[in-house]
């Protein structure tokens, strides 16, 4: 089992930056790929960015070039830099891991204002 915990989310205007974090704790160890999922009012949960225990990464291309995440092994957590947010990047935004087995944290809402 893995339990997931994110923090940083919040209200920014556009243009602003928020960092969304992701503590993992349980079974760590078996974790291959973690990532970043939103979910916009009315819509369905899509990737924003992965990244796998090699370090190599992914992205929607909505968010390619404005977001970057990242794996502190260490700390057993993964961020979320999103810079030049926009409205449409209003969503609740959900850590996820992979062994492959997935795992959801509870989602932290970001809400970027025009």
């Known amino acids: 089992q893995v339990q997931l915990v994110e923090s940083g989310g919040g209200l920014v205007q556009a243009g602003g930056s928020l960092r969304l974090s992701c503590v993992a704790s349980?079974?760590?160890?078996?974790?291959?790929?973690m990532g970043w999922y939103r979910q916009a009012p009315g819509k369905q949960r899509e990737l924003v960015a992965v990244?796998?225990?090699?370090?190599?990464?992914n992205y929607a291309g909505s968010v390619k070039g404005r977001f970057t995440i990242s794996r502190e092994n260490a700390k057993n957590t993964v961020y979320l830099q999103m810079n030049s947010l926009k409205p449409e990047d209003t969503a609740v935004y959900y850590c996820?891991?992979?062994?492959?087995?997935?795992?959801w944290g509870q989602g932290t809402q970001v809400t970027v204002s025009s």
């Open positions: 996820s891991a992979f062994t492959p087995q997935s795992y």
């Open positions: 990244i796998n225990s090699g370090g190599s990464t």
């Open positions: 349980g079974s760590i160890a078996s974790i291959n790929v």
